[in-house]
């Protein structure tokens, strides 16, 4: 299926991402229950910055899925803390109609906390 005007389509860790031309996908960075995480340069601001592009699949469809992604976006909006990521933007989707996944950026950071636990 060809990718919308403007944007372009990859395959990533069995997941299909469509998103907008300036983001260009680097590295797979992880996949869980709720999502795929990509590294990715954003290219539409004149200093290229490295950002972290989560995809949450299925968002909408149970309920408990629905409270919890929206529990995680609320902290990482509210909280202001160098150790809680920050929301860049979320990208908006398509119609509503399609409105199953969420798209969400955020800072790329070099590390996670499982390897600074198993380094202590």
Do not use: C
């Not at 389509?9 to 299909?16: D, E, F």
């Not at 869980?32 to 910055?49: H, L, P, R, T």
């Not at 995809?55 to 309920?63: D, L, R």
């Not at 920050?86 to 950071?109: G, R």
């Amino acid at each position: 299926m060809p990718a919308r005007s403007g944007y372009k389509a990859y395959k990533v860790l069995g997941s299909r991402f469509e998103l907008p031309e300036y983001y260009e996908i680097i590295d797979p960075v992880g996949s869980g229950a709720y999502g795929v995480v990509i590294a990715a340069k954003d290219k539409s601001e004149e200093e290229q910055k490295l950002v972290a592009i989560k995809k949450i699949e299925k968002a909408f469809e149970h309920k408990v899925f629905a409270l919890r992604t929206l529990r995680e976006l609320k902290i990482m909006r509210l909280l202001d803390h160098e150790n809680v990521l920050s929301i860049k933007t979320i990208l908006k989707p398509e119609n509503l109609e399609k409105f199953d996944q969420i798209y969400v950026v955020s800072e790329l950071m070099e590390t996670d906390l499982s390897q600074i636990i198993k380094s202590n």
